[in-house]
């Protein structure tokens, strides 16, 4: 008794937001949403919930807000109280995005659950999903981070946080009738086939180019000029390396890559293994002396795993850390929340694509094998 007492403690927190208009009961987390699990999983009552959940805060442009970790993809999950339901259905006119893996992560999750039930209103939003994405995107191939649009930096062509990179994999999936997304129409399918292709001659035209080689990516580009532009303070032009390891992951999935394709992974791949950090490591460190008590540092660790910049500066390759838009060098240069608020190095984001090219190389370049850093 007691055993089963912890298991319904653990799965289930019930609590009740005054005013709110939702029972936060999250047997399912949104990570839970976003990660594929196993089949079994889209069956159980609670998938059906948050699906049905998801039902409701699609908007009528077809695609979902900016998940936001403080609300909204809580929000998502949770059970709703009636009024709360009511309230969604009227609102159908909110802002869509990609930010944050919203949208595309909705679409997939409904895509899953409909495989598991085959209950028709799952599809039918998944594939206003579509819709949505084939409307939101450039003529160019890239997508902004919010559309309709909102203006300022969230009108640029996006990758940062994924947001461009998961709308093109949704697209390409849609397109390939890969299962469980194999759910268009021939007409819709190749509608997502011609968007992937743009989408992909984006990426190709947006790789950064220092002295005469290609590098990797940017977080935001003008949707005119295409040229690399700062977003929010923190977010200056330089070369990202997280969007820059997914963007890396998008090319390295396409079948029978084109001999574009093919020379924009190698610049990727040799630029990442040029400006891999070896031999140090961040560590967190106890300080009474300072807020909340303890410290970052970057310290020498020799035999440890090469570890990447957040963000590298374009032409000089150093790692930038900027506070208040001004850039420093050193992680020592910044003040102490924004030393410790942030993961400006020691992410080892590239690791799996880095991993995956030797197989990549093979299979693409079986007659001519060529060497990572060419």
Partial sequence: MLCLLQQLLKGLVLVMALGGGTLWAQAITWREVVHEQKASFYKKPEALRVADNLLLFQAAAGGWDKIDSRRNSRDMVNVLSAERKRQLLKDKGHRCSLDNEATYSQMRFLARVYAATGEGKY???????????????????????????????????????????????????????????????????????????????????????????????????????????????????????????????????????????????????????????????????????????????????????????????????????????????????????????HAWIGGRWPAVPLQDYAGWRVKWHSANPLPATE
């Fill in 123 to 341: 599809k039918e939003g998944f594939l206003k999903g579509v819709g949505y994405l084939l409307r939101a995107q450039y003529q160019n191939g890239g997508w902004p981070q919010f559309y309709p649009l909102l203006g300022s930096y969230h009108d640029r062509i996006t990758f940062n946080d994924h947001a461009m990179i998961g709308a093109a994999w949704m697209l390409s999936d849609v397109a390939a009738g890969r299962k469980p997304f194999d759910l268009a129409g021939k007409v819709l399918r190749e509608k997502c086939r011609v968007a992937t292709e743009k989408a992909i001659a984006c990426i190709l035209t947006c790789q950064l180019v220092a002295a005469g080689k290609k590098t990797a990516w940017a977080q935001q580009y003008d949707e005119e000029s295409m040229k690399s532009v700062p977003a929010r303070v923190s977010e200056l032009p330089s070369i990202a390396v997280p969007e820059s390891a997914e963007i890396l992951r998008f090319l390295m999935h396409i079948d029978n890559p084109s001999a574009e394709v093919k020379v924009a992974v190698k610049g990727a791949v040799g630029w990442l293994e040029k400006v891999k950090v070896v031999g140090r490591k961040v560590i967190t460190v106890k300080d009474d002396r300072l807020p909340g008590g303890i410290d970052k540092r970057l310290v020498p660790a020799p035999g440890s795993a090469p570890i990447w910049g957040r963000y590298y500066e374009i032409g000089t390759d150093r790692v930038m850390y900027i506070e208040q838009g001004v850039v420093h060098y050193s992680l020592a240069e910044l003040s102490h929340k924004h030393r410790v608020g």
